[in-house]
């Protein structure tokens, strides 16, 4: 079965570098979270898109952005990198029409220098 | 969305049926329990949720308590690949997003 899929798996960026998170949701999921996951933390919801639109927003910096495409993949910006923002980056995505059961990709890890 | 309270670790022998209990007291009648667990940094995986009947799938099953404060999800074979954090969360279901808030979870060790 497809799952979400994560670009890139593994990143490194120095500090003030920008960096780009792709995520492709699952066939027919038009929900896209993501998530941040700190060394020794539990994951921390950032944002969501529901159909394109940005839906609920978390605890995420004004120096990251995001969107939804027309394809539903969604990308993560982040800028002006800090120490601070090495982390597991979730996206998950959720059926059309369905419950709160949400899909998680297997992340990608940023390492910020 | 309620908060959740979940034991910080718990042990299972290989073969026997692990139970994760989880306190709800302040959930709504209209949230949801849904557990996910993550094993060692993967993405979280969704196991079962439900409302206020019992479920169970292929996975696990759920058992909510009448007045839904609390519930427990119950690995009836434990088996070392089963190693994981569980995590209990109250949430909303339906048409719009709901994100997840993950608490502390529960970190469940298969002993062989």
């Known amino acids: 079965a497809a799952g979400v899929i994560q670009s890139p798996r593994h990143l490194i960026k120095e500090k003030r570098e920008t960096a780009t998170l792709k995520c492709y949701p699952i066939?027919?999921?038009?929900?896209v979270y993501w998530y941040q996951q700190g060394p020794g933390q539990d994951p921390q919801f950032l944002i969501s898109?529901?159909?394109?639109?940005?839906?609920d927003k978390g605890s995420i910096p004004d120096r990251f952005s995001a969107q939804q495409f027309s394809d539903y993949h969604s990308e993560l910006n982040m800028s002006s990198l800090e120490l601070g923002d090495s982390a597991l980056y979730f996206c998950?995505?959720?059926?059309?029409?369905?419950?709160?059961?949400?899909?998680f990709g297997p992340g990608t890890r940023l390492t910020v220098l | 969305d309620a908060k959740t309270t979940q034991p910080p670790s718990m042990d299972c022998a290989e073969g026997r049926a692990a139970n994760l209990p989880c306190n709800h007291s302040?959930?709504?009648?209209?949230?949801?329990v849904y557990w996910y667990r993550q094993i060692h940094s993967q993405g979280p995986q969704y196991i079962i949720h439900?409302?206020?009947n019992n479920e169970t799938n292929e996975m696990a099953s759920l058992i909510i308590t009448e007045d839904r404060k609390s519930s427990t999800l119950i690995l009836p074979h434990a088996t070392l690949r089963d190693t994981a954090v569980y995590y209990c969360?109250?949430?909303?279901?339906?048409?719009?997003?709901?994100?997840?808030?993950f608490g502390k979870g529960t970190k469940l060790s298969v002993i062989p």
């Open positions: 998950a995505s959720r059926e059309r029409g369905g419950g709160n059961e949400q899909f």
């Open positions: 066939p027919r999921h038009d929900t």
């Open positions: 898109f529901y159909e394109k639109m940005q839906s």
């Open positions: 302040t959930i709504s009648g209209n949230e949801y």
């Open positions: 439900g409302l206020k």
């Open positions: 969360i109250a949430g909303m279901s339906g048409a719009g997003s709901y994100q997840l808030t």
